[in-house]
């Protein structure tokens, strides 16, 4: 079975560091591009961006593009998505999902069960 | 940027058909994708390349296109069909999501 796992609920100051990570399973981890989307509370989905971990190949959404960084271990078959500076407005729920089709006109499934990360004072 | 636009709502009684929209100017040229997410789960795929169904999907999901609009149509509908359903394409930026339509099983 293809599963991803992501790691669990984060709570986190403003100014604070964050690595959330995504192990994948059941499938060739280095085949496959994973992709990152962002849900804020309340709201719809957010694409962020993809990597290949083959190559570690990475492409971000241009509004998220600076803003966090996407990056993978093939070894451990394990993606994530990091901040080097947490904002309040980044509290949402953040999932990864594996991406079939091709870099520009795939689609995701399955899809992680979600990491949520609370950025509060 | 790009944009997927759907209506925010959809009401059907059990059993009838619904139709969620999803337009945009880039449709024609690239394929469109459908997820059903319920609350407090992961969005599920259940519509690929505009109009390909998933093994696991039930059989009254089904998708079209025409021109600059993608459907997803859901026939006889069930009460477990409630959630909120998203289109996805995409444009030389890459990866884009419509905004939701909330599926109201009346």
């Known amino acids: 079975e293809v599963q991803l796992v992501q790691s669990g609920a984060e709570v986190k100051k403003p100014g604070e560091s964050l690595k959330i990570s995504c192990k994948g399973s059941?499938?060739?981890?280095?085949?496959?591009?994973i992709g990152w989307v962002r849900q804020m509370p309340g709201k719809g989905l957010e694409w962020m961006g993809i990597i290949y971990p083959g190559d570690s190949d990475t492409r971000y959404s241009p509004s998220f593009q600076g803003q966090v960084t996407i990056s993978a271990d093939k070894s451990i078959s394990t993606a994530y998505l990091q901040w080097s500076s947490l904002k309040a407005s980044d509290t949402a729920m953040y999932y990864c999902a594996r991406q079939r089709g091709t870099v520009t006109t795939g689609w995701f499934d399955p899809w992680g069960q979600g990491t949520l990360v609370t950025v509060s004072s | 940027s790009y944009e997927l636009t759907q209506p925010p709502s959809v009401s059907v009684s059990p059993g009838q058909t619904a139709r969620i929209t999803c337009s945009g100017d880039a449709l024609p040229k690239q394929y469109a994708y459908w997820y059903q997410q319920k609350p407090g789960q992961a969005p599920v795929l259940v519509i690929y390349?505009?109009?390909e169904r998933p093994s696991g999907i039930p059989e009254r999901f089904s998708g079209s296109s025409s021109g600059t609009t993608v459907t997803l149509t859901i026939s006889g509908v069930q009460a477990e069909d409630e959630a909120d359903y998203y289109c996805?394409?995409?444009?030389?930026?890459?990866?884009?999501f419509g905004g939701g339509t909330k599926l109201t099983v009346l």
């Open positions: 059941g499938y060739s981890f280095t085949s496959y591009w």
């Open positions: 996805q394409s995409a444009d030389s930026s890459g990866t884009v």
């Open positions: 390349k505009d109009s």
